[in-house]
């Protein structure tokens, strides 16, 4: 058996620039990861990934807006570990150094979210990282008193969001990913509201929904949403072809194969591209991403791997997954949203925006695992479903004194383009998508 030798040498790629930190600077947050400990790497409120290196213990750690990855190279003199945000930048580098052959992107690691991951000793071929939890959100906080969970749950996305515009430039524009479901059309409502309360004018804020020849339930989603409540010229829809939707693209920007998180991005790579065309120079995006998985509003019909007993007992599991030790679904990606979420990352990033998903946020999730879902709906499937939208409307409602309207439930992918349509654009197998995502790297 190969005796373990220590790293001799840490390579980190990540650009520091990409974390969103809200509450502590990047010197502090680098501080608490390396300490390894999880209550201080739980004390960084934003969305980051972040390695250190003490001594010959090197450890890293993020939440689920930025994906981390990393690979065990090999050299003469002993081990090195690459860590990046991206695949491709794990192999460029290789080729940089003469490793090329010993890259696959299946030898790459996602670190999986909420985790402190260390790697100590390393023997060959692979490292044997620990995983100590980060974030172990309480179960069953919160009474079964609707309005109570709304204040709650959208309380503590008005807070994040609040942390945010703090951040930022008080005269940058804003743009929200907006499809006029809830998730989107929360955090619109939320920050315009926020805008209002500082004495902060609301038109540096824009709705953007995609539209694609013309024609979109999105789009007619967006605008009567908005209509209802009077704001309906906050709305800027970006008119693209379906020529403009190219499934390999996305593909090559999100560095995945699955249908779905593929079919996702696509549309939201056309949208990008579309703000970036029409505004050279527009800088932070917004979006709704995790709203789904936090408040447990995916059909239970799509997977024959889950039951409504499965979803409510396993806590975090849309933002986890359910794979190998709960924490990731293979050696090369991690599961769920930690996985998935590069959907809705990625594109925005490749294309120079700063992107900011606040559902996805710990702090948010937290309240959502507080709820009392078996107590609220008995283990009934439609009970479930009608809690979401129930919630935070009761939330906004709350909140921001305005009544959110609410429609039926749409993928992104299928509020954009038709069911006659879909068929054009998107393959109808997954070996089409892993097949597409292998031939980057032949």
């Known amino acids: 058996m190969p005796t373990a030798v220590p790293i001799q040498r840490l390579v980190n790629l990540l650009d520091p620039d990409a974390d969103v930190l809200l509450n502590v600077s990047p010197a502090e947050a680098a501080a608490k990861v390396a300490s390894g400990d999880p209550a201080r790497v739980r004390d960084i409120d934003g969305q980051f990934?972040?390695?250190?290196?003490?001594?010959?213990?090197?450890?890293?750690?993020?939440?689920?807006?930025?994906?981390?990855?990393?690979?065990?190279?090999?050299?003469?003199?002993?081990?090195?570990?690459?860590?990046?945000?991206?695949?491709?930048?794990?192999?460029?580098?290789?080729?940089?150094?003469?490793?090329?052959?010993?890259?696959?992107?299946?030898?790459?690691?996602?670190?999986?979210?909420?985790?402190?991951?260390?790697?100590?000793?390393?023997?060959?071929?692979?490292?044997?990282?620990?995983?100590?939890?980060?974030?172990?959100?309480?179960?069953?906080?919160?009474?079964?008193?609707?309005?109570?969970?709304?204040?709650?749950?959208?309380?503590?996305?008005?807070?994040?969001?609040?942390?945010?515009?703090d951040q930022i430039e008080a005269r940058e524009p804003i743009g929200v990913l907006f499809s006029g479901g809830v998730d989107s059309g929360s955090v619109f409502l939320t920050l315009y509201s926020l805008l209002l309360a500082r004495g902060q004018s609301p038109a540096r804020l824009k709705a953007f929904t995609l539209s694609v020849g013309g024609d979109s339930a999105d789009a007619d989603q967006a605008k009567r949403f908005l209509d209802q409540l009077g704001l309906g010229m906050f709305l800027e829809p970006i008119e693209v072809t379906l020529e403009d939707i190219d499934y390999q693209e996305a593909i090559r920007v999100i560095e995945d194969y699955k249908p779905l998180d593929v079919q996702s991005a696509s549309m939201a790579l056309a949208l990008c591209r579309g703000i970036r065309s029409r505004y050279p120079d527009w800088r932070y995006l917004v979006d709704g991403d995790g709203g789904d998985e936090n408040l447990k509003d995916y059909p239970l019909e799509d997977s024959h791997n889950l039951t409504i007993r499965s979803v409510l007992n396993n806590t975090l599991l849309y933002q986890e997954g359910w794979g190998v030790d709960a924490i990731k679904h293979s050696l090369t990606y991690s599961g769920g949203q930690s996985r998935g979420h590069v959907r809705s990352y990625a594109p925005g990033r490749s294309i120079g925006f700063s992107g900011f998903s606040p559902y996805a946020l710990p702090n948010v999730i937290a309240v959502a695992e507080a709820i009392p879902y078996v107590e609220l709906t008995q283990w009934e499937p439609e009970r479930l479903y009608v809690l979401k939208a129930d919630i935070v409307r009761r939330g906004i409602e709350a909140t921001t004194g305005l009544t959110m309207p609410s429609f039926e439930k749409r993928r992104f992918q299928?509020?954009?383009?038709?069911?006659?349509?879909?068929?054009?654009?998107?393959?109808?197998t997954e070996t089409a998508y892993r097949t597409a995502f292998l031939s980057l790297y032949e």
Not at 101 to 115: C, D, G, I, K, L
Not at 415 to 426: K, N
């Open 49 to 165: 990934a972040i390695v250190q290196k003490r001594g010959h213990v090197v450890r890293l750690a993020r939440s689920i807006g930025r994906p981390m990855r990393y690979f065990l190279a090999k050299r003469a003199d002993g081990p090195y570990l690459v860590v990046a945000e991206r695949i491709d930048e794990l192999c460029r580098h290789l080729e940089g150094e003469g490793l090329a052959e010993q890259f696959h992107p299946s030898y790459t690691r996602m670190v999986p979210a909420h985790y402190i991951v260390e790697i100590a000793l390393v023997g060959c071929p692979d490292p044997n990282p620990s995983y100590t939890r980060f974030f172990t959100p309480q179960r069953n906080q919160l009474p079964a008193d609707l309005d109570a969970i709304g204040r709650a749950y959208i309380g503590a996305l008005r807070d994040e969001c609040g942390h945010w515009l």
């Open 414 to 428: 299928h509020g954009v383009v038709d069911d006659t349509r879909f068929g054009s654009v998107f393959p109808a």
